[in-house]
């Protein structure tokens, strides 16, 4: 599942985590539908919130979900037929002034209901997706719920549910070795203990094999955790080096930087570039795709750039890495800082080949040439 998310396609080339999460990522907001044979969800999503979740069956209507658990007897739902029909009003309306459930009770198991359409959807390996950028037609006429959580959190809570082993297994074929990449507070904060257990695991031992062997858990939540982890973007794959040839490298021009900051421009210069050329052929989503090959080598990055960002310009941002070296010694230090720099262009250079095809990365290497040493 690399590159940026299209508007239509199969599940199993993309899962539906995935789809959630790299719309939230490439800033989507619209209708996210997805058919399985007859059945069918309707996601309206606006930013990073799921507000809506819809299907057309009738056993999945609210008023099913409640008579399924007991919460309403056949002849209280009778009694609430005849009310509604009687003062024009929606069923939520009468569940409140009928005094079944008070408005805190009633949203509680509306949000219950909503993720019971989505959680079980979440492992489904075959089917359709379509996204529509307009979420405005969907409103008309529908109990307007918000499912008022961060994506990470909802996402989370979903994949804590999955027990198809198969499909977990199945998210890893790509990526038998990771590198910690990306360990935040906040994404801290809504693990569990034993999901925390599983983020220090990883901290020791790179390898699946390995961590799922050592894991005091078993394989599905082990595995859970994992994929949640990779999604989030805590955890990204170990990739081998892919050297490329032909990059220019005018070592009299680095050899005269005198300071981080110097060369940082020299290189910015160069990230910019490569930016432009890769956002005007497929939009915005240039940042991520150029963060996630940054993401790809970080392993192999000196530690004060291993929090490296990519703006939405395409540089990198300064002020952290900067802030993070104060301490280093340029004359000591220069050689590996620029290496580092180098195999940054050398990753976003590939993934350009990767994403546009060999005639823009020479067009990239010819304007380094002609340009980027100026």
Known sequence: MNGPLPLTGTLGTWDIPSILIQMHAQ???????????VINRELIIEGDRIRQINSPEDADRFDQFLLDRNLISKAQWQSLEKTMKSKQLRFTRVLIETSLFTPDRLWELILA?????LFPIFPWADGRFDIACSAQSSREGKNWVCIDQPIHSLLL??????????????????????????VN???????????????????DHSILGEILTRSELSNVMTLRILFYFLLTGILAPKKE???????????????????FEEALNFFNTQYEYIYWVLSKEIGPVAGSILH??????????????R???VTENGRIDEKPILKAMWFV??????????????????????????????????????WIRDNGND
């Open 27 to 37: 800033g989507l907001s619209g209708i996210l539908n997805i058919r399985r044979g």
């Open 113 to 117: 209901h909503q993720k019971q359409l």
């Open 157 to 182: 809570e979903g994949i804590r549910l999955i027990e198809d082993e198969v499909f977990l297994s199945q998210r890893f074929q790509n990526c038998p070795e990771f590198v910690l990449v990306n």
């Open 185 to 203: 507070d906040s994404a801290i904060q809504i693990l569990k203990d034993y999901e925390r257990y599983v983020l220090y695991l990883v901290r």
């Open 241 to 259: 080096s892919v050297p490329l040839q032909n990059v220019p490298r005018d070592r009299n021009r680095i050899q005269s930087f005198h300071t």
């Open 292 to 305: 996630d090959a940054v993401l790809g080598i970080i392993d192999r990055l000196p530690p004060y750039l």
């Open 307 to 309: 929090t490296t960002q």
């Open 329 to 366: 010694n340029f004359e000591q230090s220069s050689g590996e800082f620029l290496t580092a720099l180098e195999e940054i262009l050398y990753a976003e250079i590939f993934s350009v080949k990767k994403h546009l095809g060999r005639e823009y990365e020479q067009a990239i290497l010819q």
